[in-house]
């Protein structure tokens, strides 16, 4: 039986999974992007390349003097069953309840040709077994329930070929490939996936390497320049002193005007060249809330925070963070300077793909800490401000609303890829 010589080759069919989701199962494969390692966006191809070995049950069904009904039936069974085969092997992490349901629509398949067509189609349970190995091996415990799935499978094979009175050997041929190619494709998968990690941390690692070269750039940036301006500003403001001593006279005054130009262009280059440091060195809420506790311990409030901070720092979108970073500076800043607290507490809430940061106090009212706030220009408004760029939301009250004491500040930030 020629089908029975797809044993080893169908094992090579071992799809690359190493794209991002889409949201079907025949979505455009070769348009997704390449990680190293995983294979290459044609594996759609060779993946599907092995279903040329239907072609010798198909050409048997016009060996025969049977109708067209029964021809048309044949051929409709193998053409559902590739066109179902192809993506739910290629493309199974896409939707994985899909892909476990077309799983069963190919088995579905493979029953009704063996029942209908005899033992000529018997071999479509190595593509069944080859589609199980992929499939159920995604997600926990994926490795042995495809473990199981495959056992099934071969069950079902060895039922299906007695149903259609297969020859020992042919049976035996079969029955390798059944659960070989099966156990193969798990190890495919496997190492898919292991390879697809090694790609993801290697990017984490450039990530991390590009960061600390930011830093160090940031570094060099404040400490080559940012002395060389200080001392341009001080000496400028001392000759300028000196110079108010000696007798008036218009050319005193215009070296008085220069020296004053000179000092207000090295402030605000100073100013500049740290508002360009504070750009490159990303803020975190692991760092804030270090520097939060040291700043709280030294105005003498007691501090309650969340492990959290630490922990999940680091694990979602950046950008994100830094949001929450720069509210938790200044929500405990306002707590030093305006709230007159005897102890903060600090926690960190995710819910339904939102993050909040909530820092509390027990100390004035939420009425009094908002204008004092407000009189100094930013605060409150600078933190509502950052974070209606990032689509969050600020929110303020009374931590102990029955009695109006204590201030509550709540930061919400939408995040779309949290990873617990």
């Known amino acids: 039986m020629a089908t029975k010589g797809l044993t080893d080759e169908a094992a090579t069919a071992a799809p690359d999974h190493s794209h991002e989701a889409r949201p079907g199962l025949f979505g455009n494969a070769l348009n997704l992007r390449h990680v190293p390692g995983t294979g290459s966006p044609w594996r759609w191809f060779f993946s599907g390349v092995w279903l040329v070995y239907l072609i010798q049950p198909v050409s048997d069904l016009f060996g025969h003097d049977h109708g067209v009904l029964w021809i048309a039936g044949g051929l409709a069974i193998a053409i559902a069953f590739c066109v179902l085969y192809v993506p739910t092997v290629a493309n199974s992490d896409g939707r994985p309840g899909l892909a476990r349901a077309s799983l069963v629509a190919l088995a579905a398949l493979a029953a009704l040709a063996c029942v209908v067509y005899g033992q000529g189609w018997t071999a479509l349970w190595i593509y069944v077994s080859a589609a199980t190995g992929m499939v159920l091996t995604n997600g926990p415990n994926g490795r042995r329930q495809a473990l199981r799935g495959i056992l099934v499978v071969g069950a079902f094979y060895v039922f299906f070929s007695w149903l259609s009175h297969d020859s020992a050997e042919d049976f035996l041929i079969v029955l390798l490939p059944v659960l070989l190619i099966g156990l193969a494709m798990i190890g495919f998968r496997l190492q898919m996936d292991l390879m697809r990690e090694l790609a993801q941390a290697r990017e984490t690692v450039a990530k991390l390497a590009t960061n600390e070269e ?64 504070s750009g490159y060195r990303r803020p975190t809420l692991a ?26 720092s680091g694990t979602f979108d950046a950008d994100a963070e830094a949001v929450l970073a720069w509210c938790l500076r200044e929500a405990v800043t306002n707590v030093i300077r305006h709230s007159g607290a005897k102890a903060c507490r600090i926690r960190l809430f995710d819910r339904d793909r939102e993050l909040s940061l909530e820092v509390s106090d027990d100390g004035r009212g939420p009425a009094s800490q908002q204008a004092a706030s407000a009189n100094r220009g930013t605060g409150l408004r600078g933190m509502s401000e ?35």
């Open 386 to 420: 950052r974070l209606g760029t990032a689509g969050g939301r600020l929110s303020l009250g009374a931590a102990d609303p029955g009695r109006g004491h204590g201030f509550k500040l709540t930061a919400t930030v939408p995040v779309d890829h949290y990873d617990t």
């Open 287 to 312: 760092i804030e809330a270090i520097t939060a506790q040291n700043a709280l311990d030294a105005a003498g409030i007691r501090l309650d925070d969340d492990a959290g901070l630490t922990l999940r």
């Open 214 to 277: 930011r830093l160090r750039l940031a570094r060099d940036m404040h400490d080559l320049t940012g002395q060389s301006l200080s001392v341009i500003t001080l000496k400028s403001e001392l000759a300028a002193k000196r110079l108010g001593k000696l007798p008036a006279s218009a050319e005193r005054d215009v070296v008085l005007g220069d020296l004053g130009d000179i000092g207000r262009v090295s402030r605000q280059t100073l100013h500049d060249i740290r508002e360009a440091v």
